[in-house]
């Protein structure tokens, strides 16, 4: 049985041409770390993460630098005992991707995002950018609780899908991840 175009998209990029990404990534290596794009390149997948070809809907390529995610030693400002290095980065490398993003472009809400590529020093990843602003995005149903003040700043708080993914809140059962933490749950006696 024949299947929809977006299927033999994404079977395609489950092995893509290396040949063609390897010199897609040398032009990305070169250019800026964020730039926006005109449309996306994995079109499947950016509509299956809501993308739509209409005003209101910004498609930004990010690129991030791989490894280093231990804090580095502060200093200057604390004492002694709190100058430890010990632990490290919890976040993803999407979820940063993701907060870059909002960064540079501040009117915009992040909606999600997708990995493109990955080479030996970076992470290159597409992410999706919606202008609540916009009366195309107010009037359309799909897309139009973003607009309303509670999604605000959202990749800041950690309510983007790959910011609770990497939150621990992608769990198939809600007890792999125990809520509040484990030292709260000491302090309450369960």
């Given at each position: 049985?024949?299947?929809?175009?977006?299927?033999?998209?994404?079977?395609?990029?489950?092995?893509?041409?290396m040949?063609?990404?390897?010199q897609r990534?040398?032009?990305?290596?070169?250019?800026?770390?964020?730039?926006k794009?005109?449309?996306?390149?994995?079109?499947?997948?950016?509509?299956?993460?809501?993308?739509?070809a209409?005003k209101?809907?910004?498609?930004?390529?990010?690129?991030?630098?791989?490894?280093?995610?231990?804090?580095?030693?502060?200093n200057?400002?604390?004492?002694?005992?709190?100058?430890?290095?010990?632990?490290?980065?919890?976040?993803?490398?999407?979820?940063?991707?993701?907060q870059?993003?909002?960064?540079?472009?501040?009117?915009?809400?992040?909606?999600?995002?997708y990995?493109?590529?990955?080479?030996?020093?970076?992470?290159?990843?597409?992410?999706?950018?919606?202008?609540?602003?916009?009366?195309?995005?107010?009037?359309?149903?799909?897309?139009?609780?973003?607009?309303?003040s509670?999604?605000?700043?959202?990749?800041?708080?950690?309510?983007?899908?790959?910011?609770?993914?990497?939150?621990?809140?992608?769990?198939?059962?809600?007890?792999?991840?125990?809520?509040?933490?484990?030292?709260?749950?000491?302090?309450?006696?369960?």
């Open positions: 049985m024949a299947q929809g175009l977006y299927h033999y998209i994404a079977k395609e990029w489950q092995k893509p041409n040949e063609i990404l390897r990534m040398i032009d990305w290596r070169e250019s800026d770390a964020i730039v794009v005109s449309k996306p390149l994995r079109i499947d997948r950016a509509r299956a993460l809501g993308y739509k209409k209101g809907f910004v498609i930004v390529r990010v690129r991030i630098g791989r490894g280093g995610h231990k804090r580095s030693r502060p200057a400002g604390r004492r002694s005992k709190r100058l430890h290095t010990r632990k490290n980065l919890k976040m993803s490398y999407q979820w940063i991707a993701e870059r993003a909002g960064k540079k472009f501040k009117n915009l809400e992040v909606l999600n995002s990995q493109i590529g990955k080479d030996g020093m970076h992470y290159f990843y597409e992410v999706i950018l919606v202008d609540p602003a916009r009366p195309e995005i107010k009037n359309d149903k799909t897309i139009n609780w973003i607009t309303k509670a999604n605000s700043k959202r990749v800041f708080r950690g309510l983007t899908s790959a910011a609770k993914k990497s939150r621990g809140l992608r769990s198939k059962s809600r007890q792999q991840k125990v809520r509040p933490s484990i030292r709260a749950r000491g302090r309450l006696g369960k």
